[in-house]
């Protein structure tokens, strides 16, 4: 008879396949990173640009740019790309970060060549005009007005600026009059400027055909290397804005929570522990957070927290939603969590536990083509090199100490520097 | 491809194994056969809470994160109107700890009162986040009861009103687990690089000595034939108009099914679809506007809804949408257009499968479905589907009489209206 009060046997896993890509250069210098593995017929490629949101001299502009590069080009008019993109079933996806803008298509092998002349002209060609810009800034105006009604887009919002302050290009906030405000040589200048030769990568995953890089060549490596793109540092310093912020929302049910502050970002030495700490903090389901404010009190449906690394700062954010009642009990409670993270050692059970569970998950983030493309991407940014990152995550994960991640939490997370957002209904 | 094998323990429970020698970890489903639609109409919104209570602890596992966070793996799951589904992923090597919990949950719950008054404020916690405290968060509250009038779809996975889960008891709580929660009523699917022979001896160790149970009949009352306009009038406070019609449409395993899904593809699928092009861009009348189908196994809707553009009148985003409607009813889409939208779903499939967690739960689902083998020929069953079919459809279904519609007006908007 089996006995189900002992657990089976658990192996240690420290066996990770981290691939290197294969790296070659266009005839106009274009890096591309190629990871070809696995044996589902299906090919990404993701185009990398230093385009981001830091870059913009205005707020959208970034956003806008990347947005309307399938809307219209030199060769097609919208619907024909967007008519071309979904008769080969090609996926496409547009991002715009606070760093770099993404162009990502995803295709079956046997319809990529088809659908690289309609990717060519979009990245290369795209024609910006004020008629289709307006259609889409009328709908999307709309669409941030309703997001405005939302405690969390609000929280996520204003919180931002809270942190970066609303001079630096990381912590603008926008406006519904900025949708109004965009024009069509704002984005044409944006894009000749920043969509540039210099300023591209290309990561290519899946299952490769043996001509891929011929093609890429053929569409990609033609255009000339023209005026560098600016590699603008930040110079002003992030000034946070006021410790305490309060956002009325009177008729809110419930109250979104921020706090936070300014950290270190990836390439920073404290960083693999700082994300082992922020973990068993508030960031996995069994985090401390979640396990106090969810599962104990019921206060909430979630709570995490987060360090989102930038190339030029980083963010330690805590978000939840909690009924509006308990909001303050749920705040007291996540102060009293950072207190014992900064004054108490973290236990030997918890410690070990998280080190087995965070190592199933740096394993599992290389399962497949795509995962090991988006995991050398995350890095490529801040020019370091991507399996070393990894297998010294992994060992620090293995091997920080819990002596270690009290100095970390002294050092980083003092619970009294935290900056602090409720967005809802104020209880007297 | 996906090649699978299955088979049938004796106490009921079906297992699939589908071997996948490219991945270091293992996907494990389990799938129970019981949804919102299963719930008594005074006590809606257990098959979700349940799912809260899973993770409670059961019989002789204290908890059920903490040892699989141990072993590496990674959890979550998810209800619907049809099914509850509970899915992991675990490095193969930890794959017994998998087993052990699954099959104790299966066994019996701790039933721990604690447990219960936590997870029943959660709840309530998710109804308000989700549906009170978002800008058109109680659209689905409210349409729902409004298309169906006998059909257990009326009401949402979260419940008919939150009452029900507020006064949710321990004993109501056993009582439906002892009813859906066993070995007759599940499907459980292992995706990874671990053979049939493998899977077979773990079930005989964990889930073989589970009880049989006793199989859940279901009779459910089905939706008669809608013979008229339903009209319903809401106002809110958002920032802008909403509209929305729904119209009953056929089951999921219906031979219209595939013709139906390539319908809404052809209207809404994509930026090259008609909706987008015509009434978003063209027309700018609307600044979001949908069409879809909510896939159900049962009798589903297919579903316009649209936000307005500021200063379009209901009536006018109403005869807009009624106008693509005629058009398809009239005139058979090009061979062109038919190509896309079946490209567009092969390629769907394809990318969906890249996932082993999907192709565990698409085998778990095509097995509930009462054909494995859908997880290979749907694409197939999509090919075949010719332009008639689709106009067929959309003159069987897209009819005034079989429409539930629904006018959600801005507070403060309607009084210039008649």
Known sequence: MTDRKQPPALKIIDKIDIPEPEIAVLDNHIPVYLFNLGDIGITRLDFIFGAGSCYQPHPLVASYTNNMLTEGTLSYSSFEIAQKLDHYGAWLHKNVSKDSALVSLSVLNKHLKYVLPVLNEIINHPKFSDNELKIHTQKDKQGFIDDCRKVNELARMNFNQQLFGSGHPYGTLIKAEDYDKLEAKQLSTFHSERYTVDNCKIIVSGKLNKDILSLLNYFFGYSKKGKPAKKTKISSPAISGEQKQFIEMPSSVQSAIRMGKITVNKSHDDYKKLFVLNTVFGGYFGSRLMKNIREDKGYTYGIYSTILSFQQSAAFIISSEVGAEVCSKAVDEIYKELKILNSELIGTQELELLRKYLTGTVIRSFDGPFQIGERFLSLLEYGMDYKKYYLELLKTINTVTTEELLHISKKYLGAETMLELIVGKAIS | ?418
């Not at chain 2, 199989?215 to 809110?236: A, C, F, G």
């Open chain 2, 1 to 418: 491809m996906i090649k699978y094998s299955s088979f049938v323990l004796e106490n009921g429970l079906r297992v699939i194994v589908h071997q996948d020698k490219t991945t270091p970890m293992v996907a494990v489903n389990v799938l129970y056969d019981v949804g919102a639609k299963d719930e008594h109409p005074g006590k809606t919104g257990f098959a979700h809470l349940f799912e809260h209570l899973m993770f409670g602890g059961s019989v002789n596992i204290p908890s059920y994160d903490n040892p699989l966070q141990k072993a590496g793996g990674e959890n979550n799951a998810f209800t619907n109107n049809d099914f509850t589904n509970y899915y992991l992923s675990i490095p193969l090597q930890n794959i017994e700890t998998a087993f052990w919990l699954e099959s104790d949950r299966m066994l019996d719950l701790a039933f721990s009162t604690k447990s219960l008054d936590v997870q029943r404020n959660v709840v309530i916690e998710e109804f308000r986040q989700r549906y009170l405290n978002q800008p058109y968060g109680d659209f689905w509250l409210l349409m729902r009861p409004h298309a169906y009038k006998k059909h257990p779809y009326q009401w949402s996975t979260i419940g008919k009103d939150i009452s029900h889960i507020e006064n949710a008891t321990m004993q109501d709580v056993k009582a439906f687990y002892e009813k859906f929660y066993h070995p007759h009523n599940a499907i459980l699917s292992v995706v990874g690089n671990i053979t049939e022979k493998e899977v077979r001896e773990l079930c005989c160790k964990w889930f073989a000595p589970i009880k049989k149970g006793i199989k859940y009949q279901r009779t459910i009352p089905q939706e008669p034939v809608q013979t008229k306009k339903r009209m319903l009038h809401v106002e809110r406070d958002v920032p802008f108009d909403m509209i929305c019609m729904a119209y009953h449409m056929c089951a999921r395993v219906d031979k219209d099914f595939y013709a139906t899904d390539l319908l809404s593809d052809v209207l809404s699928g994509g930026n090259s679809s008609r909706l987008y092009n015509r009434l978003v861009k063209e027309k700018q009348l609307f600044s979001e506007l949908d069409a879809y189908i909510t896939g159900d196994i049962d009798k589903g809707l297919f579903v316009f809804s649209g936000k307005l553009m500021q200063g379009v009148d209901m009536e006018q985003a109403e005869a807009a949408i009624k106008t693509e409607i005629d058009i398809i009813r009239q005139k058979k889409i090009s061979e062109r257009e038919l190509k896309k939208v079946t490209n567009y779903v092969e390629s769907s499939v394809e990318f969906s499968n890249i996932s082993i967690l999907n192709r565990a739960v698409k085998l778990a689902v095509s097995e509930l479905l009462g054909d494995i083998e859908l997880v290979n020929t749907e694409a197939q069953k999509y090919r075949r589907v010719t332009s008639e079919e689709i106009q067929n459809v959309a003159n069987k279904i897209l009819i005034e009489d079989n429409c539930s519609m629904m006018y959600y007006n801005a507070a403060g908007t309607q009084k210039n209206k008649k």
